[in-house]
């Protein structure tokens, strides 16, 4: 069964399908675009459940605590949070309509990860030989391990 997101994705893309050079004689089937995800409120139109209204820029509110109104809180309890995460910047990792990266991550993992950390530093380490999925060993967003360690 598709994910929300696979959902708004669908969605989102309706419509807007090329039709095949065996629908249409004259037609040239373009390459598929790259996959794209979609914040499911931005596909609905629901720009006011984030939004102070449907054609305003201005938030309800600020960092985590918008995120809040629809995501779970995964920060409750936790010992460590994430910078990004702690100092209510969601929008220096995620994308807030749409991307093309899972999870609206504005890179790739680890691509995203060296924004802040240093990539030859991190690289340098023993631990982190051959592995480039930071996310098998380390938590996202908040942690009670030090270092965000599962």
């Given at each position: 069964?598709?994910?929300?997101?696979?959902?708004?994705?669908?969605?989102?893309?309706?419509?807007?399908?090329?039709?095949?050079?065996?629908?249409?004689?004259?037609?040239?089937e373009?390459?598929?675009?790259?996959?794209?995800?979609?914040?499911p409120?931005?596909?609905?139109?629901m720009?006011?459940?984030?939004?102070?209204?449907?054609?305003?820029?201005?938030?309800?509110?600020?960092?985590?605590?918008?995120?809040?109104?629809?995501?779970?809180?995964?920060?409750?309890?936790?010992?460590?949070?994430?910078?990004?995460?702690?100092?209510?910047?969601?929008?220096?990792?995620?994308?807030?309509?749409?991307?093309?990266?899972?999870?609206?991550?504005?890179?790739?993992?680890?691509?995203?990860?060296?924004?802040c950390?240093?990539?030859?530093?991190?690289?340098?380490?023993?631990?982190?030989?051959?592995?480039?999925?930071?996310?098998?060993?380390?938590?996202?967003?908040?942690?009670?391990?030090?270092?965000?360690?599962?």
């Amino acid at each position: 069964m598709p994910d929300e997101n696979q959902k708004a994705t669908d969605k989102a893309l309706k419509g807007n399908r090329v039709p095949t050079a065996d629908q249409s004689p004259t037609s040239i089937e373009k390459p598929p675009a790259p996959k794209a995800f979609f914040h499911p409120p931005f596909v609905e139109q629901m720009c006011d459940s984030c939004h102070d209204s449907k054609f305003s820029q201005k938030l309800l509110y600020k960092g985590k605590e918008l995120c809040f109104t629809c995501h779970d809180d995964f920060t409750k309890g936790k010992k460590v949070l994430h910078y990004p995460v702690e100092s209510d910047e969601c929008l220096e990792c995620h994308e807030p309509h749409q991307s093309v990266n899972e999870r609206l991550l504005k890179k790739t993992v680890p691509a995203i990860c060296y924004t802040c950390h240093d990539e030859k530093e991190i690289r340098g380490l023993p631990q982190h030989e051959g592995r480039d999925k930071c996310f098998e060993c380390h938590e996202v967003h908040a942690s009670n391990r030090e270092k965000l360690l599962k």
